[in-house]
């Protein structure tokens, strides 16, 4: 037996693939919400599987996990006055929470306030000590990757599987990189997500992955039959886009552009995520921009990740001559024009005046930033929409997929505990 096998199925004996009590079955992040009473989204506010309005238990612990997350620290009466509940609400609803390890008393107390008497009291905050979630991308070119992370997000442990192709990458070589990530997991699981390239469902179904060459792959269950624990699956994009939302710099209203082995993008509308019919929404990549016949995975010809992608840029710089910068330049600013030609109308259509690009930096660097900046603003700055179009680097790091996957994994389980 392989030692990771070993040390997940230890793990399981001593009680550490556990998730939490009284879960459901869960797939995959929604995508409506709303912005709360602060003005900014919250994380467990960005997707579609709104509790009901008279649920109260569940949007009272929402709204109390909202105010402290990731690095909060209140004390009941202060979490009572901001969101706007009872004292002996917030009581009742903090211990129940305490109860299953979701929040924790960090035995620090509150400042006295100058004329008022009473008692201090002593501050709660997010337990990152209890539950683990695993996260796991699938979206890059030669490696799978998933970490271990606490409630907050901390990445506490990773593992990664080298891949030749994106191709080569099946349900069994996921399943082992679950247990890779489990085995490294120093508390009880609460749950588990999976960042995929391509249209998800709600039911946590991979409907198109290109890149990946799937297509109607329930993974999502079969994940959860496997290892009996919660999963979501979800496009990368979007998870990248929650992690530049509430771990980065990002605006509720926001496009976020993904460039990797494919072009994917994620849009934030007042703090809401933008899905579509079809689960589809953010496939900018298959937008035609060019007449001419660069062939594209998807059958189409001219698309916009046929000649941006990554595997695509660095072809184009592999032609030229040892040392031809100015050449390279040319290329990133070609690339920088299409983007923002490819942009422009979305910008127009949502009055959204915030891009961040993601993607390796000899790619998304100054010279395709800028002559993307100048394209997209030139084509929309008007009357009615007078404020300039910030289109800037995302300067998130390597984890920004599974950290934003981590926030996703959090919306559901939250939700159905």
Known sequence: ??????????????????????????????????????????????????????????????????ILFPHGALSRAQVSRRIGLSRASVSEVVASMIDEHILTENGRSTESVPGRRGKRGTQIEIDTNYWNIISLDLSQEFVIQGVVSNLAGQILARAEISIASPKDVDVDIVVELCRKVISKAPGKIFGIGIAVPGVVDSTGTVIDSRNLDWNNVPLASIIQETFNL??????????????????????????FIQISMGIGAGVLINGSI????????????????????????????????????????????????????????????????????????????????????????????????????????????????????RVRRCEFGDNIVMQGETTCVLQHVLRAI
Do not use: W
């Open 1 to 66: 037996m392989k030692e990771d096998d070993v040390l997940l199925r230890e793990a399981a004996e001593e009680g550490a693939l556990v998730g939490p009590p009284g879960m459901g079955e869960l797939h995959s992040t929604g995508t409506s919400a709303s912005a709360n009473g602060f003005g900014f989204s919250s994380v467990l506010e960005t997707e579609g599987m709104k509790a009901d309005p008279t649920d109260v238990r569940i949007n009272n612990r929402i709204a109390i996990f909202n």
């Open 230 to 255: 919660p999963c979501t699956v979800d496009n990368d994009a979007n998870c990248a886009l929650l992690a530049e939302r509430f771990f980065g710099d990002g605006e509720p209203n926001l496009i």
């Open 274 to 389: 933008v899905s579509g019919t079809n689960n589809a929404a953010g496939e900018i990549g298959h937008t035609i921009i060019d007449d001419d016949d660069t062939p594209c995975v998807c059958g189409k010809h001219g698309c916009l990740e046929a000649s941006l992608c990554v595997p695509a840029l660095r072809a184009r710089f592999g032609d030229l001559s040892a040392g031809d910068t100015d050449g390279r330049s040319d290329i990133l600013r070609d690339a920088g024009e299409k983007l923002g030609k490819a942009l422009s109308m979305s910008v127009s259509l949502l009055d959204v005046t915030d891009i961040a690009i993601y993607g390796p930096a000899d790619i998304v660097n100054d010279t395709l930033i800028d002559r993307a900046s100048e394209v997209v603003n030139e084509r929309t700055m008007s009357v009615v929409q007078p404020r300039p179009v």
